[in-house]
């Protein structure tokens, strides 16, 4: 990358380019805006060849559970379901099925030892 970055995602697209949504911002290729700004979010790389952002903070600090993919083929972003429960800090694992598992993370109450299927 151009410069240095934090807080940030990093997914490797189907056609091997990789998509990095937030942190510090540089020379890239312009795409689609979110719905949501968003910080310490997920994305995972779906069977589907789509990205999955999901979680995080908004600028406020306010968790959220709201959920995106984006579709690198038409650069866009379409709202998906939501979480049940607001994260940000977690981690998101793609499994073997094609799932995402989301775990632990942080929401205004605290420290999460929940976890969830997308």
């Given at each position: 990358?151009?410069?240095?970055?934090?807080?940030?995602?990093?997914?490797?697209?189907?056609?091997?380019?990789?998509?990095?949504?937030?942190?510090?911002?540089?020379?890239?290729?312009?795409?689609?805006?979110?719905?949501?700004?968003?910080?310490?979010?997920?994305?995972?790389?779906?069977?589907?060849?789509?990205?999955?952002?999901?979680?995080g903070a908004d600028s406020y600090g306010?968790?959220?559970?709201s959920a995106e993919l984006y579709n690198?083929?038409?650069?866009?972003?379409?709202?998906?379901?939501?979480?049940?429960?607001?994260?940000?800090?977690?981690?998101?694992?793609?499994?073997?099925?094609?799932?995402?598992?989301?775990?632990?993370?942080?929401?205004?109450?605290?420290?999460?030892?929940?976890?969830?299927?997308?």
């Amino acid at each position: 990358m151009s410069v240095a970055r934090f807080w940030h995602t990093a997914s490797t697209l189907a056609n091997g380019l990789v998509l990095v949504t937030s942190g510090s911002n540089g020379t890239w290729t312009t795409t689609g805006s979110m719905s949501d700004a968003r910080q310490y979010h997920t994305a995972s790389t779906l069977a589907n060849g789509s990205v999955l952002v999901a979680g995080g903070a908004d600028s406020y600090g306010n968790r959220l559970n709201s959920a995106e993919l984006y579709n690198p083929s038409t650069g866009t972003w379409i709202t998906t379901a939501n979480m049940s429960t607001a994260r940000a800090d977690h981690t998101a694992t793609t499994l073997a099925n094609g799932k995402v598992l989301f775990t632990g993370g942080l929401n205004k109450d605290g420290y999460l030892n929940s976890s969830e299927l997308y």
